[in-house]
């Protein structure tokens, strides 16, 4: 139990004595208590004017009555009420006894819960589309997605990944008209991903013509790409043989990245799996009378729920995304069972999700209100724009790649002697990206700067991975121990320990805003406390057994915090920088 859930619920014993209806719970306390500005305020505080008109009674009068009722907690150092505040300080006994060692004790649990056993999440991100490369706009549905996949996993539920590849779609019939009429099977076969999209980029200029290079607009081949596509849905044998081709090159491409990111996924069932698995839904739709013709196209009308019209099917008779999604939510519901179904996008398409969300409701899905879309915001790098069909993208490996060779050359430099050297700078060039990335609350758009995300002393994956590694090698000077009773004597040992307590509060937090940058921003916290600490305390050279034994505990303390944290944010420990 934290120490913020301890002192709500002691809280919530004195407010109920007082015998007053609608009195807050335990948890709507928790809420309430903030961690105040400044040290002197305590460690914690509770606003009492949030609760004088509920209680009646004045907010000096609340905070007086419930200070004294927090008197004998084991946690709680000091309760006092200061203009209508309650300002709590938290006992150091305490911190050493029961936090210290609860963390050691623990060690890869720590901060993990057991409040999803039994209970299974889908998460649907990443799902690129075949054909085309791993551009940086792709970082955020893959990073948000796997972060919130590993913390709930930490928190007990079963997690299925699910990497939905737009492997489906008049592209294909493009890109099958480029290869036959300038593609070479060998050049594909060498160069994977990029050959196909020299292809795609191709056609996309010769059908829409491009004046800069003086390529004139050829719609024919439009029209060319469309019969392709209808060949390979009739099941034209040589289509679907490019086809299965076209996406075995790109998914080992994709594989690179991910193996890069440390990233794996339960489910490679893309857009063509759902393929006949529409047909019943459409059917579902249009025998309850939610199928409405609208200009020759089959349409859910949502005007009743402020939404434009949901297209379900084409003049022409073929489906769209909402179709698909339909289709494969109720597939996942039917295979997994699932509690949640997390589908991680970018904010552009939040329209699209409240619509086929509203939709499922309307079909009589009860589990429609288990469908959860996480949106998040743009990225580029000084304000690029991203486009496959033009060509103007800046591809993650590429992206990878400089990050690395810039940290090899610092580490070349700093650190010539270090083992593993590249194995070093691929996890720390590629996670000062992810790093980067993720200390940004998802909804917000990203300009993305390099030297920024690499500096060793800013607020970064290297500053952080430099300080688990500052960690270990204290640890690893320091040796076995003596085990002797532990003991905080120092502000500098409190404050750390007061924030390394404040971890399975920031994981659940994480899970409930769907929000990884809550664990980015708080590995910083523990970062910069820890150095703080390293810096104006004596550790291994501490005089005193008792006190030195103490340091050491704390740095382990910090380790195991940090070690637990950063795989739910995709970044590697590393025991040498």
Known sequence: MTIKKMIAERLGEGIAALGVPGAPTAEELASMLEYPPDDSMGDLALPCFKLSRTLRRAPVQI??????????LSCVGKAEAVN??????????????????GILDAGARYGASDVGCGKTVVLDYSSP?????????????????????????????????????GDWGTQFGKLIVAYKKWGDRQQIEEGGIDKLVELYVRINNAISGNEEKGIPADPALGDAARAEFRKLELGDEENLALWRWFIDISLAEYQKTYKQLGIEFDSYKGESFYTDKMPAQVQKLRDMGLLKIDDGASIVDLEPYNMPPCLILKRDGSTLYPTRDIAAAVYRKETYDFDKAIYVTSAGQSLHFAQWFKVVELMGYQWHDQLVHVP?????????????????????????????????????EKNPDLENKQEVAEA???????????????????????????????????YAQYTYARTCAVLRRAGDMEEIPLQITENDEAALLKVLARFPEKVNAAIADYEPSVITR????????????????????????????????????????????????CLKTMEKI
Do not use: W
């Open 376 to 412: 998040y915001g743009t990225v580029s790098i000084n304000g690029a724009k991203l486009a496959t069909r033009t060509g103007n993208v800046v591809l993650l490996k590429d992206l990878f790649k400089a990050a690395i060779d810039e940290v090899a050359g610092i580490m070349e």
């Open 63 to 72: 905070a007086t009555a419930l200070a004294d009722c927090l008197a004998g």
């Open 522 to 569: 708080y590995i910083l916290d523990v970062a910069a406390a820890f150095n703080r600490f390293y810096h104006n305390c004596q550790i291994l050279n501490a005089e005193d057994a008792t006190v030195r034994a103490t340091r050491v505990a704390l740095t382990r303390a910090v380790n195991v915090v940090l070690g637990n944290a950063f795989p739910l944010i």
């Open 129 to 165: 589309n075949v054909a085309k490369p791993f551009h940086i706009g792709h970082l955020g549905t893959t990073v948000i997605g796997h972060s919130l996949k590993k913390l709930h996993e930490f928190a007990g539920y079963k997690c299925v990944g699910i990497n939905y590849l």
């Open 84 to 101: 209508g505040y309650l300002n709590i300080s938290v006992s150091h006994q305490y911190l050493t006894d029961s936090v210290l060692s």
């Open 428 to 462: 720390v060039g590629v996670g000062a990206i992810v790093f980067y990335y993720l200390s940004n609350s998802r909804i917000k758009d990203i300009n993305f700067v390099m030297e920024d995300a690499l500096n060793f002393d800013g607020n970064t994956g290297p």
